[in-house]
C-alpha cells in the first residue's frame, strides 16, 4: 500500500468516524443556543441507533431492500423529536434542572432500548446483522483524484450531508430571522420576549431539533460502521459530541472541525494496529485515545469558550 493510499483511506476514515459527531455537535449547538442546556445528546444517540437498527432490520424483512437503511433513518429521526419532547417538557414547561434532565434521558436510553432489543430479538443484546446497509457513494470524476478523491469524495451520503448542514446551519443561526430568534432567546429572553419573541416555542424548537439531529448521528453509525445496535453501539460519542460543541464554541463550522479532529483521532487509532511497533501497546491505551483527547480538549477550552448567557436559566414569561 503506497502512502498516498494510506493518507486517502486515513481522511475517509476521519470523515466516517467524525459524522455521527458532526451531527450531535450541530444538534447540541441548535439547544444550547436556545439556552437549554442539553447533556442528553448521548441519549439521543441511542435512541436513534436503536430506532435506525430495528426499523431497518424489519424493513429488510419485508423485502424493502435497499430502500431499508432509509427507513431507518426515517424512524431515527422520528425517535429523536419524540424522545426529546421528554427533555423539552421536564426543562422547559415544568422548569426541572436541565442537566438532571438530560441524565435521566442517557439513563432512560440506555436502559430501555437494550430492554426493547432483548425483547424483540428473542434475548439477545444485539439487533440481527443488517444486510442492506448504507454504502459508499463516489462522486463520478471527483472521486479518482489522488489522495483527496478516495478521502473526501468516496464517502457515506450520510457524510455528505453532515458537510451540507454545518453550512446549512451557520447560515440559518446567522443569516436568518429564524437563527436571530433563537440566539436571541439564549442570550436575553426577556428582551427578546418584548420584542415579540416567542420564547418558549423557540426552546422547544431548538431542543426537538437537537434530540432530531444526534439520533440522525446514532442511526449513522448503526448503518454504516457496525450495521447492528447494542448496548455499546454509542459507547461515549455523544459526550465527545458534546466536548466538539463546546470546543468548538456553539458554532457550526467551529464544532465540524472539532468533530474531525475527535474523528481523526479515532481513525488514527486503527492506523496505528498496522505498525509492527503498535503490538507492544496495549489495545486498551489505543482504544481510550479519543477519550483521553476529550478530556485534554475540554480542560484547554475553559475559560475560553464563551456559553450564550442565558444557558441553564428557566424562564418565567410572568418575570421580566
Known amino acids: 500500500m503506497d502512502w498516498m493510499t494510506t493518507i486517502g483511506q486515513l481522511i475517509n476514515t476521519t470523515l466516517v468516524f467524525s459524522t455521527a459527531l458532526i451531527f450531535a455537535a450541530l444538534g447540541g449547538i441548535f439547544s444550547e443556543r436556545s439556552g437549554v442546556i442539553n447533556i442528553g445528546i448521548e441519549g439521543f444517540m441511542t435512541f436513534g441507533a436503536f430506532a435506525a437498527g430495528v426499523a431497518a432490520f424489519y424493513a429488510e424483512d419485508a423485502g424493502m431492500g435497499a430502500a431499508s437503511p432509509y427507513i431507518g433513518i426515517l424512524a431515527a429521526l422520528v425517535m429523536g423529536a419524540i424522545a426529546s419532547l421528554i427533555h423539552a417538557v421536564a426543562s422547559i414547561t415544568f422548569k426541572a434542572d436541565q442537566v438532571i434532565s438530560g441524565v435521566v434521558i442517557n439513563f432512560l436510553a440506555a436502559g430501555s432500548t437494550l430492554y426493547m432489543v432483548k425483547l424483540l430479538f428473542e434475548g439477545s443484546g444485539e439487533t440481527t446483522l443488517l444486510k442492506e446497509g448504507l454504502a459508499k457513494v463516489p462522486i463520478p470524476l471527483l ?5 483527496i478523491g478516495e478521502g473526501l ?6 457524510t455528505y450531508l453532515a458537510i451540507i448542514l454545518v453550512l446549512v446551519s451557520f447560515y440559518v443561526l446567522y443569516k436568518t430571522s429564524f437563527g436571530l430568534r433563537l440566539r436571541a432567546v439564549g442570550e436575553h429572553p426577556s428582551a427578546a420576549d418584548t420584542v415579540g419573541v416567542k420564547v418558549l416555542r423557540m426552546r422547544y424548537l431548538g431542543v426537538i431539533l437537537s434530540g432530531t439531529l444526534a439520533a440522525l448521528g446514532g442511526a449513522t453509525i448503526t448503518l454504516t460502521t457496525t450495521n447492528t445496535f447494542s448496548h455499546n453501539t454509542i459507547s461515549g460519542q455523544g459526550f465527545i459530541a458534546i466536548a466538539a460543541m463546546i470546543f468548538g464554541k456553539w458554532n457550526p463550522l467551529g464544532a465540524f472541525g472539532a468533530a474531525v479532529f475527535f474523528g481523526f483521532s479515532q481513525a488514527i487509532g486503527n492506523y496505528f494496529q498496522l505498525f509492527a511497533w503498535s503490538k507492544d501497546i496495549p489495545q486498551e491505551f489505543i482504544y481510550m485515545l479519543p477519550y483521553v483527547l476529550t478530556v485534554i480538549v475540554l480542560v484547554a477550552a ?11 436559566e428557566p424562564y418565567d414569561p410572568g418575570k421580566r
Do not use: R
Request: proline fraction near 9%.
Open 143 to 147: 472521486s479518482k483524484i489522488p489522495i
Open 153 to 158: 469524495f468516496n464517502n457515506y451520503i450520510t
Open 302 to 312: 475553559v475559560g475560553k469558550s464563551s456559553a450564550p448567557a442565558a444557558l441553564g
